[in-house]
C-alpha cells in the first residue's frame, strides 16, 4: 500500500493516514505476495492501524466500495460479519449488528457521519446515506457505551467522507446504466470535485449524485407497471482551513431528498392493493470540527445540525374495512383506508473533548456530549370512495428530548506487549411527549415528562502476539433509552434496557501477509428488554421484562493468493433467544430477538491482472448468505408470527481500468432470489417487503 499522511483535521482527531492502492516493486518484479493492507481508522478518536485496534471492528474503503460497486449500507455488509442491513424503501432502514434487534424504540445501531450522531429514534427510519466520494466505513462490533453512548448497544457504523485535499485538484465521474429483470430501466450518475483555494491552507471538495432506480412491481388492479421506482439526488460540500500550525476547521454540508410513489411491497412483485404507499424524504445537515493542538492533547468541538422530513403512506385496509363492516356500512361503502403520515425531525448535536498525545504509557480520552431532538408526527386514516361521518383516526405527537453525556477513557501500557483501557460513560436523558388523538371519533391524549438515567463501563485488555497481530478482553454495558407509549394511560412510560457483552477476540496477519485473519467469540446478556404487546381493547404498548442470552461468533479472513488474486470470507452466528420472557407474555421462551439473523456468511473473489501497459482486467464475485429471522407478536387472543427465509445473494463485475478510466459490466442478485426481505402480512404492512431482483448493468468512471 502507498501511504500518505494527511492533517489530522480531516478525521477530528489525529493525523490520519490514507491507503491507495500501490503494488511493491519487489511484488511487481518477482510475483510475490503483496504486503497486506495497512488500514488507518479513527474509530477510538484517534488514528490508529486496523490491526491494533482492540476491538472487532470492519473498514470498507474507498477502493473496495469501487471493486463492489457498491451505493449504499446493503452493498457494504457482504464484507462485514454479524451486520444484517434491509429497506423497504429509501430512508426506512432497519439495521443490526450480531443479532441485537428489535421492533420498537431506539435503533440498536449507533450511526455517525463523520463526527456527527445522525440515528433518528426510530428503529426502521434512518437517513439512506450513499457511498458517493467516502473515504471509508467502520463497523465496530459490540456495545460502544463510552465513546459512542446511546443506541450503540449491537455496534456503531461510522460513514468516514472524503476530506479535502489541500494541495493538488482532482475530480471523478461515475455513470452506471441498469436494467431491472421483470421491471424498469435505470441510470444514475456521481463525481466529486475539489479545488485548493489556498494552497496549503485552504480547500474544497464538493460531492454530487443523481440516480433514478427502476421498479419492479406491478399493480394488476389499475394496470400500472413497476410502480416501486425512486429517485435519489445528493449534493455535499466539504470546506477545510488549515487555520495555522496547532488548528484547523471544517464544514461539512449534505442535501439529499428521495421521491418513492410506492415502496417494495407486495407478493411475487405484484400487489393486490391500490393504496399508494409512497415514501418521499429529505434532509439538510451541517457539521463542524474545529481542532486545537494543545500540545499534551487535542481539543476538539463538533457542533452539528440535522433537520430530516418524511412524507409518507401506508395501507390499512386490510385491518379497518371489516371493522367497518361491523358499524353497519354496507359493502363497497368502504373499500380503502389509507395511512398518511408526515414527521418532521430536528437534531442539534455537540461535542466536546480532549483526546491525549500518547506521549507516554498513559492515554486517555474524555468529553461532554448534547443532544436537542424534537420531532413532530402527524398520522390519519382517510377513506374511500365515501367519507366517514367521524374521524376514523386522527393523531399527532411532539417529542422533545435533551440528552448529555459526560464519558472518559483511561488506558495504560504495563509493558510493549500488554494495555488496559477503562471507560465510563453517563447518560442523562430527558424526555417530553404530547399526543392528542381522535380514534374513531373518541378523543384520547396522553402528556408525559420522564428522565431516564445510566452508567455505561467498558474494560478492555490487549496483548500484542507480534507487530501483526493481538488478543483482546472486551467486557462492556450497552443501552437504550426508555419512552413512551403514545396511546396508553396504563403504561405510559418504558424504562430503559441494558446488555453486558463479554469478548474475546484475536486478529492478525500471518505467512508474511498471506492471510489477514480476525476471530471473536462473545457472550450477550440482553435485560429489560422492549418488547410490544397487544392490550385487550387492541392498543399495541411497550413494555419491558424480557430477558435475552446467548453465544455468538465472528470471523473474517483474507487470503493474499498473488499480487493479481484475493480471496475473502466472513461468517456471523448468535443463539441469542428469550430466557425469561415479560409478564404479559408477549415472547415465550425461545424467542430470537425480533428481524435477528442468527446465522450468515459471505464470500468474494477479487481478480486484478495487467493485460496492457497502463491497463487492467479486473473481476469480482460477492456472494452472501442471509439466515433466517423470525418476528413474534403475542398477545391473549392470538399469536403473529411472521418467518423470513433465508436468502442467497450473488454479484458479479468484470472490467477493464485504464490510467484514468475504466468501464465495467455486472449483474446484481445473479441468482435472482426472490425470498422476501421480510414476510407479511405483520404490523401495519400488509404484504412482503420484497427483494429487489436480478440487476444488469454497465458501469463507466473517470478520474482527473
Not at 415502496?263 to 424524504?281: C, E, I, K, M
Not at 412524507?311 to 390499512?316: A, C, E, G, I, K
Request: aromatic share 12%.
Amino acid at each position: 500500500m502507498h501511504v500518505r499522511v494527511l492533517p489530522a483535521a480531516l478525521f477530528g482527531s489525529a493525523a490520519a493516514i490514507v491507503c491507495t492502492p500501490f503494488v511493491p516493486a519487489s511484488a511487481a518484479d518477482d510475483g510475490a505476495v503483496a504486503n497486506i493492507e495497512e488500514v488507518i481508522v479513527t474509530a477510538q478518536k484517534r488514528a490508529e492501524r486496523l490491526i491494533d485496534v482492540p476491538l472487532s471492528i470492519s473498514a470498507v474503503d474507498a477502493a473496495s466500495m469501487q471493486a463492489r460497486g457498491a451505493n449504499n449500507l446493503q452493498d457494504v455488509q457482504y464484507s462485514v460479519p454479524g451486520l444484517s442491513a434491509l429497506e423497504y424503501g429509501p430512508g426506512n432502514e432497519h439495521v443490526q449488528l450480531r443479532g441485537i434487534s428489535s421492533v420498537v424504540g431506539r435503533p440498536t445501531v449507533g450511526k455517525y457521519l463523520d463526527e456527527m450522531p445522525i440515528n433518528i429514534d426510530q428503529t426502521v427510519v434512518g437517513l439512506d446515506l450513499r457511498l458517493i466520494d467516502m473515504e471509508r466505513v467502520e463497523v465496530l462490533r459490540g456495545p460502544q457505551p463510552t465513546l459512542y453512548g446511546d443506541g450503540s448497544m449491537g455496534g456503531t457504523i461510522r460513514y468516514v467522507t472524503a476530506s479535502p485535499d489541500l494541495g493538488q485538484a482532482s475530480a471523478s465521474v461515475n455513470a452506471e446504466a441498469m436494467s431491472v429483470a421483470d421491471g424498469d430501466n435505470g441510470w444514475l450518475v456521481n463525481g466529486h470535485v475539489n479545488v485548493p483555494l489556498v494552497q496549503d491552507r485552504a480547500a474544497l471538495r464538493v460531492a454530487v449524485g443523481y440516480e433514478d432506480q427502476g421498479g419492479w412491481i406491478d399493480r394488476p388492479a389499475t394496470g400500472q407497471q413497476d410502480i416501486n421506482g425512486y429517485q435519489i439526488a445528493t449534493a455535499r460540500a466539504k470546506l477545510l482551513v488549515q487555520l495555522n500550525d496547532k488548528s484547523d476547521v471544517s464544514l461539512l454540508l449534505l442535501h439529499q431528498e428521495s421521491d418513492q410513489d410506492n415502496q417494495h411491497f407486495g407478493s411475487d412483485r405484484s400487489t393486490a392493493w391500490t393504496v399508494p404507499t409512497y415514501l418521499n424524504t429529505k434532509y439538510d445537515l451541517a457539521s463542524v470540527v474545529f481542532r486545537y493542538d494543545l500540545g499534551f492533547a487535542e481539543l476538539i468541538e463538533t457542533p452539528g445540525y440535522l433537520r430530516y422530513s418524511v412524507d409518507t403512506q401506508l395501507d390499512l385496509s386490510p385491518f379497518y374495512v371489516p371493522a367497518l363492516a361491523l358499524f353497519g356500512y354496507p359493502p363497497g361503502f368502504i373499500t380503502e383506508v389509507s395511512f398518511p403520515g408526515q414527521y418532521d425531525t430536528r437534531i442539534f448535536t455537540n461535542q466536546l473533548r480532549l483526546v491525549s498525545k500518547n506521549d507516554d504509557a498513559w492515554s486517555w480520552a474524555a468529553g461532554i456530549d448534547y443532544r436537542d431532538f424534537d420531532i413532530d408526527v402527524r398520522n390519519q386514516a382517510p377513506t374511500a370512495p365515501n367519507p366517514l361521518p367521524f374521524t376514523l383516526l386522527d393523531y399527532q405527537q411532539r417529542d422533545q428530548t435533551r440528552t448529555w453525556g459526560f464519558w472518559g477513557e483511561v488506558g495504560y501500557e504495563f509493558t510493549d506487549r500488554f494495555n488496559a483501557t477503562v471507560g465510563l460513560r453517563y447518560f442523562h436523558d430527558r424526555s417530553e411527549r404530547v399526543v392528542e388523538q381522535l380514534s374513531f371519533g373518541v378523543p384520547t391524549g396522553v402528556d408525559g415528562t420522564e428522565t431516564f438515567t445510566s452508567s455505561n463501563p467498558r474494560l478492555n485488555l490487549s496483548y500484542k502476539l507480534s507487530d501483526r497481530s493481538l488478543l483482546y478482553f472486551n467486557a462492556a454495558k450497552g443501552f437504550r433509552s426508555g419512552g413512551f407509549n403514545g396511546t396508553s394511560l396504563t403504561t405510559p412510560t418504558y424504562d430503559p434496557e441494558q446488555l453486558w457483552s463479554y469478548e474475546l477476540g484475536s486478529k492478525g496477519a500471518y505467512f508474511d501477509g498471506l492471510l489477514n485473519l480476525e476471530a471473536s467469540v462473545y457472550y450477550n446478556d440482553w435485560q429489560d428488554v422492549q418488547t410490544n404487546y397487544f392490550t385487550p381493547a387492541g392498543l399495541t404498548v411497550t413494555t419491558n421484562g424480557g430477558h435475552i442470552q446467548g453465544w455468538g461468533a465472528d470471523l473474517s479472513a483474507v487470503i493474499n493468493v498473488s499480487r493479481d488474486l484475493r480471496l475473502g470470507a466472513t461468517y456471523g452466528w448468535n443463539n441469542l433467544e428469550y430466557k425469561e420472557v415479560p409478564a404479559n407474555g408477549d415472547k415465550a421462551v425461545g424467542d430470537p430477538p425480533d428481524w435477528a439473523v442468527n446465522e450468515s456468511w459471505s464470500a468474494f473473489v477479487d481478480y486484478r491482472r495487467p493485460v496492457f501497459e497502463a491497463t487492467a482486467f479486473t473481476a469480482r464475485i460477492d456472494f452472501q448468505h442471509g439466515g433466517e429471522s423470525r418476528t413474534t407478536l403475542r398477545s391473549p387472543v392470538f399469536d403473529q408470527i411472521s418467518i423470513t427465509p433465508a436468502r442467497d445473494l450473488l454479484n458479479a463485475r468484470i472490467g477493464l481500468d485504464f490510467k484514468s478510466y475504466g468501464v465495467a459490466l455486472y449483474v446484481n442478485n445473479a441468482l435472482d432470489d426472490d425470498t422476501p426481505v421480510l414476510n407479511g402480512p405483520f404490523g401495519t404492512f400488509v404484504e412482503n417487503i420484497e427483494q429487489r431482483p436480478r440487476v444488469y448493468g454497465v458501469s463507466l468512471h473517470a478520474r482527473f
